[in-house]
């Protein structure tokens, strides 16, 4: 049976959605490592989010309960000395030494590529204005800052971005998939309160006041040197902060106090320097002997990062650089930012969702086949039709996993009322098919195609004005339904009309 | 078979005469759905009921049946408060209720946690909080998204058809398809929320499907008589509509545990479906009949 180019177009773009949502996941056996604290046993590892894990101490990990139960049994309580555990990742093994559970969160490993969308995996979503209107650069940096913000608290899943609607207004977009922490108003609401602190006293803050420049290439910033310690390779990076005079006069003021103290690293004073950010520290540095006593509005900060690896440990090391030197640059947010819509859906209402939506959509399925088998009364044009609707969904998803596409409500519902059109087109055009005209079968499909076509362009032109109107969050139920009745009229409706006609022709 | 054909027959002339006549049912049931808008928009001030996400304020949905007493609990520190069951359509068992409120959501939640003695957490219920300023600028948007979408059909119907008659009837019938279920909405007393207009969106799309059909097979196709085309394109249109129908009742009657905005989408679908029987069976096809008898087309 030769198959012709549309049948075996739509084949393949089939099979190609098929690998896109990669449903052999499913299969996968273990646990998806969602988040590692910062400075754990486990990070300094090298262990990161996105491994999977596969055993612990030779017990096999299969899934969620199986990991749960591992830990409960290994560390009942905090443990009085540090114990070995071997754990088995799908690329590598680790070795920690630890007295209690690592500090990592873990999920079960998604069953396909598909990307759920908060309504289905349940979360939170805010929308944050600005009090003023910001730049494209501007509005980069407040992300750079909020990212910050949240990684502190050790989140995994977020995405943060930018939205813009109809009258030109910018918004932030941050979603975070799963639990939602319940600080979440005051993380990002705030302004964003940075201090570099010696004991008690502020040396100096973050935003112009203080600092009036922060090196981010060339001589002012840099991964100066590599060298090997027990277990990885430890890179060390330093850039240049200049600090305004009176923030420099602060600094000689507090440090001329200070005791030197002697180590094997080097001269340093006794004091560290504290940075804090909303008052939570997230790093301590020290001073080097010579800066003691001294109005210096040049300083270096410095720090490292350890890795398994030297590759690894240059890209700890500049991230913790980064991470510092938009702490420096932002520090105090210069605007203040409003929350004007925040909704937090409950993970279990998101199981349930889905749970029902699969439901939906086989009852659909079900009574559309029904009806169209009484009336054409052929099963291969039922058939037919089912094939198509099947596929148009298929593809549609197979794009959203490709593009990573969240699929959330609204997406879904514009999957589903995508394929309603393409079961209008599928009847439009088996009518004039099987109808009594007295012209050829081309003619009456070509017919039948205007119809579909002219069906197509209102549809689209309806749905465009969505990507933008109320800050995209309607984009979803757009996007879908457009790419539902593309894959329709480019690749499904081509093939049906040729199944319909050898099937007409037999 | 011949009394069969006779008989097809006598409909078909009987259309000859009384299609005109079918023409005031839906025209009277426009009139009274615009006549009831207005009456709506002059008590209320807005063209249709609209929820928290686009009039600003909370919604917090708790799950479980929990008894009659919140809202009179939260009466007194929420004024506005009013409070929606979620009830399985099948059972008629109360699975959750949604409170709504213009009020901040921490207050909110504070207020229903001491009125129900215990805590909201993640698992037992879900927040939307949508301020004022971004929820006019939702509403306004959308309405204008709206507007800009029926006008950019109405421009491809043009283009498809070039001729002017038919093209004021398709658009006249899709826009029936979106005023005549608003009407019907307004006086069930449904809040739209923003998927809502999606929907209506989504309608507009839907409906021009069957009177593109319908003016297709009238205008371009020479077979048989002009009758007997209109009669097939019927058959077809019913069957589509039927289909759809299918596609969208399930999600409102029959499977629950669905978000309301998720349902609120397919229900009015539905009822654009229904009036798209109506319009493009009465109204357009009449208007068609009427310009193929003056302009001679049999």
Known sequence: ?506 | METQTRSLDEKLRWYDHSYKIMLIIPVVIMLISLVYIGYFYSKNGDIMQKDISLSGGTAITIQGDIGESLETGLKEKFPDVSIRKLADIRTGKHIASIVESSSQPQELKEGIESVLGYNLTDENSSTEFTGSALSENFYRQLLITLIISFILMSIVIFILFKTFIPSIAVIFAAFSDIVMPLALLNFLGMSISPAGIAAFLMLIGYSVDTDILLTTRALKKREGTLNERIFGAFKTGILMTFTALIAVLPAFFIVTGLPDSFRQIFLILALGLFADIINTWLTNASIIKWYCDKKGIK
């Open chain 1, 1 to 506: 049976m030769k198959l012709s180019i549309r049948i075996w177009v739509l084949i393949i773009v089939l099979f190609l959605a098929f690998l896109a949502i990669a449903p052999w996941h499913a299969f996968e056996k273990g646990v998806v490592i969602k988040s590692i604290e910062k400075n754990s046993t486990a990070s300094e590892a090298g262990m990161a989010s996105g491994m999977v894990i596969t055993s612990i101490n030779s017990r096999q990990i299969n899934n969620i309960g199986d990991y749960t139960n591992a830990m409960n049994e290994f560390f009942p309580q905090q443990l009085q000395n540090r114990t070995k555990l071997v754990v088995q990742t799908k690329t590598k093994e680790f070795i920690l030494l630890v007295q209690e559970a690592p500090r990592i969160t873990v999920d079960s490993i998604p069953s396909t590529n598909i990307k759920k969308g908060l309504d289905l995996s349940g979360g939170a979503r805010a929308l944050i204005k600005p009090e003023k209107a910001l730049s494209q650069g501007e509005m980069q940096d407040l992300i750079a800052v909020t990212a910050q913000r949240l990684n502190v608290y050790g989140l995994g899943d977020v995405t943060i971005k930018s939205a813009s609607d109809l009258q030109g207004n910018r918004y932030m977009v941050i979603e975070i998939a799963g639990a939602t922490p319940s600080e979440l108003r005051e993380l990002v609401g705030k302004q964003g309160k940075f201090e570099a602190k010696i004991g008690n006293e502020t040396v100096f803050i973050g935003g112009e006041r203080d600092i009036t420049y922060v090196g981010r290439s060339g001589q002012d910033a840099l991964i100066e040197r590599c060298f090997d310690v027990s277990g990885g390779v430890t890179c060390r990076f330093r850039f240049a902060v200049y600090l305004s005079e009176e923030a420099a006069k602060r600094h000689a003021n507090i440090t001329s106090s200070l005791k030197v103290n002697v180590s094997e690293s080097g001269r340093y004073l006794e004091s560290s320097l504290d940075l804090f950010l909303d008052d939570t520290l997230v790093d301590s540095l020290l001073i080097s002997e010579d800066l003691k006593g001294k109005v210096t509005t040049q300083i270096q900060i410095e720090g490292s990062g350890t890795a398994v690896s030297q590759e690894e440990a240059i890209k700890s090391a500049q991230e913790s650089m980064k991470k510092l030197q938009t702490i420096l640059i932002t520090g105090s947010l210069p605007y203040k930012l409003e929350i004007t819509k925040l909704d937090t859906i409950s993970p279990v209402l998101g199981k349930e969702f889905t749970k029902n939506l699969i439901f939906l959509a086989l009852v659909v399925f079900i009574l559309i086949s029904a009806v169209l088998f009484v009336r054409y009364r052929k099963i291969k044009i039922t058939l037919a039709i089912i094939l198509t609707m099947f596929s148009e969904a298929l593809i549609t998803m197979g794009i959203a996993a490709l593009i990573r596409w969240n699929l959330d409500a609204p997406s879904i519902a514009g999957i589903i009322a995508g394929m309603g059109t393409g079961v209008n087109d599928q009847i439009v055009i088996i009518d004039e098919a099987i109808s009594h005209a007295q012209i050829s079968l081309k003619e009456k499909i070509k017919r039948a195609l205007f119809v579909v076509f002219a069906a197509f362009f209102t549809i689209v032109v309806a749905m465009l004005p969505l990507f933008w109107a109320g800050a995209g969050l309607l984009k979803g139920f757009a996007l879908t339904t457009i790419l539902t009745v593309t894959a329709g009229i480019l690749i499904t409706r081509p093939a049906f009309a040729n199944i319909i006609s050898r099937i007409q022709k037999e």
